[in-house]
Structure formats: structure tokens, C-alpha cells
């Protein structure tokens, strides 16, 4: 790893950014299988042209040549692999089933064989300027605990360790844990708007964002923020991403592959989403989020744009959030609008 951070340092600025963005976009390509990367395709064939090309700028970046080395042997098993399930596969399959289980069984085929997404996330982090804290917010109601429960195991596992969690609950802490980390918070109040509001204010966070209970976050969804905080700077105030479903036998369904922002398209069809973090001096001048209105994070980016260009709303192209498939946001949040004032 001090290789790669070594040679970076040998290289001007615009050769460092083209450098970083090759390897960030074989980080997608791997994270998300289904996302096509213009002019490269897409999942492992995809990240091992990135990479390949990453190296013609550091010849003498061991690391990178390594990566290629693994991925060239998946790409290999790739292949095999998808023969066999064209073999044994059922009419009855359906092509969301199809996507989802090749999806999954690249990323575990690569976190099982190699350190590959962990590798090359630290030589990203070795080369940013900033290490950002990104603060979760949860609101939970008591028919809420089970999937704060799945949502906190998401948080708990991210490859970026730089959070903190707030949940913001009518109901006491039913776990100690929360008052022996100080990373973890939980407020209990009758309001939650109020909740959130102090939340926000009292933060030290610099990007903040409310997510449902029962939403999971993508293992590298929290990295994949902070590196496009490093890589975008103040040119994006706000990010959100796509997002997928999680059935009742948690596979993935359901897909929603979102379009950069649009003013007006997205004022029209609330796309948005689940999955929206927003600089804290800017949801403060914006007055935070608003509980009581429906697709309430589509909304809090509308307002922002009152006050910013739309051009700093910026979009990540993977999945990084899931969803629970019973659950829509309107959904979520109707249960919290009797507690807001």
C-alpha cells in the first residue's frame, strides 16, 4: 500500500485524478455487476480494463499489478461459472432472479478468493486530503426495533469507519450500548421533527442523512461517500445514489437505476430516494428535513436548490442502499407524522 501512496505522489495532478478515477470506477464496476461503465462494460471485465489502464500510469504500482493478476484468474472462474448456470438453469427463472444471483455470486466469489475491494479502498484512502465524519439518522417508532435491528448491522459493518449513528426514538434505549460508545447516540423525545432538528444542530458531523429503520446500507456505501467527497469537493453539497430491495428471503429485487439530478424530472417523480447525505451547513440553512411531507429526502433536495446549484447535487451510480420491499418511504415515515409537531 505505501507503494501505490509513493507513486501517486510522482505523478502531476490531472495524471493523479485520471489515476484515482480509474480505480474508483473498477470499484463500481465490481460493487455494482448490473452498471454499465461507458466505453468499458461492466462487473469484473469491466474493473480489470480500469485497472489495467491505472497501471500504464504507475508501471511500478505493485499493488495494481497484483489486483489485475487475482482478477484476471475470476474472470476465468466468471466464465465457468455462467456456463454452468446456463446448463442447470430452469425455465422458470425469472431475469430479475437471474441478475440478482450472479450479482451476489461475483462479490462473493471476490471477497472470498481475494482482499480485493478492502485493497483497493485503502489505496484510495491512503490518497485523500480529508476523512469525513458521516452521521446516520434513524427515527423509530416501536414497530420499528426489528428492522433498526438489520439497519444497524449495515452501519456496523461499513468499510468506512468514520460515522456516527443518532436514533431518534419516542421510547428509551432498549439497548446499553448506547451510552458506552461515543460514536452511537440515542435521543428519545415525543417530537421527532424536534429530535431531528436538535440532532442536526448539535452535530459534529460533516454530512448528515435519515435513513428508514429497516433500510441496509451497501457495505461500501459510507467509502463510496467519502471518496466522492474527496474527489468532488465543495462542487457537491449533496449525494444520494440507487438502491435496490430486500425480499423476505433477503436476496436483492427490484432494482431502481436513477438518472442524474433534473430539476424538473425530479420534482415530478421523487426520485430521490432512500439513500440522500447533505453537508451539515447546508441542511442547517435549509432548515433540516421535514418529517410531516411525503418523500420527505426528494423534498429537503428541492428546497436546497433554492440556495445552491443544481449541479452540486451529485449522484453515485451503484446501489448503495436497500430497501425493505414491504416498505416505501411513504411508509416509514407515516408512522413518525403523529409524533410531529
Sequence with gaps: MA???????????????????????????????????????????????????????????????????KLSGFMVDTTSQNQAAEVVKTPTENTENKANKANKANKAT??????????????????????PVIEILVCVSENQLKGLADTIDSVSTQLYSNWKLTVISNMPSPDPV???????????????????????TSSS????????????????????????????????????????????????????????FDIERFTDNKLIGGFCFTRKALLQKIDGICLSVE???NDMVLRATNLVDASTVGHIPSILFHRPLITTENEATSSLHANVA
Excluded at 440507487?242 to 442524474?260: G, L, N, R, V
Aim: hydrophobic share 40%; glycine share 6%; net charge negative.
Design 110 to 131: 471476490i471477497m472470498a478468493n481475494s482482499s480485493h475491494a478492502p485493497s483497493i479502498a485503502e489505496q484510495l484512502m491512503q490518497q485523500w486530503q480529508i476523512k
Design 178 to 200: 448506547f451510552q458506552k460508545h461515543d460514536i452511537l447516540q440515542w435521543v428519545q423525545t415525543a417530537n421527532f421533527q424536534q429530535g431531528v432538528n436538535d440532532a442536526i
Design 295 to 297: 418523500h420527505s429526502n
Design 3 to 69: 507503494e501505490t501512496t509513493m507513486e501517486a505522489a510522482k505523478m502531476d495532478e490531472e495524471t493523479t485524478q485520471a489515476f484515482v478515477a480509474k480505480i474508483d470506477m473498477a470499484r463500481v464496476a465490481l460493487n455494482d455487476q448490473r452498471h454499465d461503465i461507458e466505453g468499458y462494460g461492466s462487473g469484473i471485465n469491466a474493473a480489470y480494463k480500469l485497472l489495467c489502464e491505472a497501471q500504464a500510469m504507475a508501471p511500478e504500482n505493485h499493488a495494481i499489478a497484483d489486483e489485475i493478476k
Design 205 to 260: 458531523a460533516d454530512w448528515l442523512g435519515l435513513i428508514e429503520a429497516g433500510g441496509c446500507l451497501d457495505g461500501e456505501a459510507l467509502f463510496a461517500l467519502a471518496n466522492h467527497d474527496n474527489l468532488k469537493g465543495d462542487r457537491w453539497q449533496i449525494i444520494y445514489s440507487d438502491e435496490d430491495h430486500t425480499a423476505a428471503d433477503k436476496s436483492y429485487c427490484q432494482p431502481i437505476f436513477k438518472p442524474d
